[in-house]
Structure formats: structure tokens, C-alpha cells
């Protein structure tokens, strides 16, 4: 169906002179206000008006199950309705068909565009909604949408579009990870005596990285154990197979103890080993100074850097040398366990005792096969943060369902947008079915371009 439309507009500007930005400001509200929708009204009228003409007669068959063999349709009436739309509501006066033989009618326009019996919204329109709320409150979200965009949506009405949504469905993968991260953070849970649920919440995240580099999320989860996570992970893979070569996590023990069997080695986070250190030193009622000194000597002692070159243009003196290093950082390590352990200081030698034995599995991968490995939980740290940066700083009282829906949208955005683009692509429907190109924008009378 090809159409050439000719837009009417009536322009009076003052011959005392106008601001560029007053003509802006006019043209943008005019366009937005009636242009636009009205547009996409008119072409979605040309398209009811051309399909039902070739439905009346016979010349296209309805996109449904027939209601007759040789179904004769008629006229029978018109209805209104309205679509929000981020080019504002779009109203359309749309047929109605009846077929001759048994009566029943027919929308042919709702068929022909993929429209739900009681949509009242386009899907780019939650797509953009959805967007805004999962970096702002839905407060804010919908002020930002009716003073920016134009787009006047209630808060809860971006709440319901939002947890009616399956736009946050991770894609199972069965493949083999080069390297899994996990990771939690507490946020403002909505309390509930009756299944006495305090407001301390847990949000869990997994993400693997594959062999490109990619990060792919794996799930984000309220509710539930390490243990239940790695089986929802694990998924229908065969148990003897381990789902990654390496896990990188910050020494959490339900996850070392959860992901153990699902990855040939663990890497405990370098950073939270510095970090933790001075948390169980203070447990142990440690003073601020001899603390810093102790989290300087690990830092030294696990500093121990990957040659940069390729794997193969190392010398085999460099790998030895490397390994005695290892060798020597252990040592050392445990130095330090009995240092602790002399001035009475339990908690944190038994916190350098269970971390030990993976502070330098980054190393040894690299001896073995020459792949580089993370020595830090960085990666999954960025995303946390971003995290709860929307379900901590800005907001409170989450249900379980929610927050991790949330979550799950956010990972879904920013650590595999091309996943999230591809969902609303196959939502949208985006096909290259629709060309619209403007050839001239031209006055009625040219004559008066010349005076």
C-alpha cells in the first residue's frame, strides 16, 4: 500500500520579529501534540480503509480462521479507539466486517497489525518506559516522560506495564564459560509478619563470560540459596561437565561451597581479600594502624602480575621463575596466618587460612593453558553497584518478585544489550515492512517566497 500524503499547516509569525527558540518551542509542541499521532492516525485509517474495501470484495482473505467456507463479508459499522504511543495517543476510527452467511464480525485492522483484543499501548512505548525506570524511581520516570517526552503516563500505570513484562527473561545457554561470577547485595525488602519476612532482603546475581569475552547474565534471585542458584544455573547440563573453567567471587563460603563442583578452579577477588582482612583484624579488636600495616604486607605479598607478552614468547626460565613465586607468595601467606594467630587474632588468620588456597588460581591457570584470568571480581562488581544504585539508593519497600525483576532488567540492559534489543525487535515487530520518506516540505502558494 504506497500513499502520498500532503501535510497542511497554517503559519503566522509577527513581522516585528520572533525568537528562533519561540518557533522552535511552537513547531515541536505543535508536532507533538497533534502532528505526529495524527499522522500515524491518518496512515492506519488509509490501511482500514484499503484492507477492508479488499476484504468486501474478495480479493484478500481474512488473516483468521474463516467462519464460513466462502465467507461474503459486509459493512457493519465503525468504533473508536486510542493507543498510547510515544508520539502521543494516536485515535483511529476503525471498521467493523460482517460476514453475510453467519453473522459474526470481524475487526480486520487489529488482525492485519497484531493488535491484543484490549491493547491500549504500543510495545516501543513500554520498551521506552521500561528503560527509564530501571535507572530512576517510577516517580521520577513519570515526571521525566511528561516533561521531556511529552508522554503522560502515570507511576502506577509504568509499575503494572512493567511487572506484567516478560521483557526480563533470561535466555537459557547450555555452553561452557570461560569464567563465572557471583555475587550479592542486600536492599529494603517490604517486610511481612505473616511469613515473617524482616525488610533485610538478599538480591543474588550469576553472570558467565564465554570464550569471545561476552558476558551473558545468568540470573538474578531473592529467596533463595547458593545451592539453588547453582542448580538453576546448571540447568539441564550433564553434572560431570563443569559449566566454567574458572569461578571469580569475593570468598562469599555459600558461594565457593555452591559453584565448587560446577568450575574446574575458584579465584578468590584480590581486593576483597585486602579489604576483608581489615574487617576480621577489627573483629578481633586489632588497632587502625597495626590493620593498615597488614593490609599493605598482603597487598605486596598477592601482587604478583602475568607477564603481558603472548604465552608462548615467555621463556621457560620466566615461567619457573613466575611459579617459585607462587611458591614464595604462599609461603609468605602463611607467615602471616601465624603472625595473627600469635597475637590472638582468629578471625582473620581463619579468614587467610579458608582464602589462601585460591588467592593464586589466576597464576596457575596461566602456567597451564596461557589463558589470563581475573585476579579481582571487578567485572560483576560494576554491575552490582549498578544495581544497587536503583534498588538501594533510590528506593525501598521491594517485594521478592520485584526486586529481582528489577534486577534482572538491569543485567539484561547493560551486560547483553544485544539479547535486550534482540527481544524487542522480535516484540516490535521490526521488519522493514513500513518505508516512509519525506520528499518536499513546501508552502501552498510559492509566489509568496519571491516578494
Not at 520516570?141 to 511487572?163: M, Q
Request: glycine share 8%; hydrophobic share 35%; with cysteine.
Amino acid at each position: 500500500m504506497q500513499n502520498i500524503i500532503a501535510m497542511e499547516v497554517l503559519s503566522a509569525t509577527s513581522e516585528k520579529g520572533f525568537s528562533l527558540d519561540e518557533l522552535v518551542f511552537k513547531t515541536k509542541e505543535l508536532f507533538e501534540k497533534e502532528g505526529l499521532a495524527g499522522f500515524v492516525g491518518l496512515i492506519l485509517r488509509l490501511a482500514d480503509e484499503r484492507i477492508c474495501m479488499n476484504m468486501v470484495h474478495g480479493k484478500i482473505k481474512h488473516s483468521e480462521q474463516a467462519c464460513c467456507l466462502t465467507p461474503q463479508y459486509e459493512y457493519h459499522g465503525q468504533s473508536n479507539r486510542q493507543f498510547r504511543t510515544s508520539v502521543g495517543k494516536v485515535m483511529i476510527r476503525w471498521r467493523r466486517l460482517r460476514c453475510t452467511g453467519c453473522g459474526k464480525s470481524i475487526i480486520p485492522l487489529r488482525g492485519f497489525l497484531g493488535l491484543n483484543l484490549y491493547q491500549s499501548k504500543t510495545s516501543e512505548l513500554e520498551k521506552i518506559v521500561t528503560e527509564i525506570v530501571s535507572e530512576q524511581t517510577y516517580r521520577r520516570s513519570s515526571s521525566h516522560l511528561s516533561t521531556i517526552g511529552t508522554i503522560p503516563v502515570p507511576k502506577s500505570t509504568a509499575h503494572r506495564w512493567v511487572a506484567q513484562s516478560d521483557c526480563d527473561q533470561i535466555d537459557d545457554s547450555d555452553e561452557t564459560f570461560d569464567m563465572l561470577f557471583a555475587d550479592g547485595t542486600g536492599y529494603k525488602r517490604r517486610p511481612d509478619k505473616e511469613a515473617k519476612l524482616n525488610n533485610r532482603g538478599e538480591l543474588r546475581i550469576a553472570l558467565g563470560v564465554d570464550k569471545t569475552g561476552s558476558i551473558v547474565p545468568l540470573g538474578a534471585f531473592t529467596g533463595k540459596s547458593w545451592n539453588e542458584i547453582a542448580a538453576a544455573v546448571q540447568g539441564d547440563r550433564d553434572d560431570e561437565k563443569p559449566i566454567a573453567d574458572m569461578l571469580v567471587s569475593d570468598g562469599e563460603r555459600g558461594i565457593a561451597e555452591s559453584f565448587a563442583k560446577l568450575c574446574n578452579s575458584h579465584q578468590r577477588c584480590h581486593w576483597h581479600c585486602v579489604q576483608d582482612l581489615n574487617y576480621t583484624m577489627w573483629q578481633d579488636k586489632a588497632g587502625k594502624v597495626e590493620r593498615r600495616q597488614m593490609q599493605k604486607k598482603l597487598a605486596a605479598i598477592i601482587g604478583i602480575e602475568i607477564p603481558e607478552e603472548d604465552y608462548e614468547k615467555v621463556d621457560d626460565s620466566d615461567k619457573t621463575a613466575l611459579a617459585d613465586a607462587v611458591a614464595v607468595g604462599e609461603y609468605e601467606i602463611r607467615k602471616l596466618i601465624k603472625k595473627l594467630l600469635d597475637k590472638g587474632y582468629v578471625a582473620a588468620a581463619d579468614y587467610l587460612i579458608r582464602a589462601c588456597k585460591n588467592m593464586f588460581s589466576y597464576i596457575r591457570r596461566w602456567l597451564l593453558t596461557g589463558i589470563v584470568g581475573p585476579r579481582a571480581s571487578s567485572l560483576i562488581e560494576r554491575m552490582m553497584r549498578e544495581i544497587a544504585r536503583r534498588l538501594k539508593r533510590m528506593a525501598f519497600g521491594w517485594s521478592e518478585q520485584g526486586a529481582a525483576k528489577m534486577a534482572r532488567i538491569i543485567i539484561k540492559r547493560f551486560t547483553s544489550a544485544g539479547q535486550w534489543e534482540k527481544y524487542w525487535r522480535k516484540r516490535l515487530r521490526i521488519q522493514d515492512n513500513v518505508l516512509l520518506v519525506l520528499r518536499a516540505i513546501k508552502v501552498k502558494n510559492p509566489q509568496t517566497l519571491g516578494r
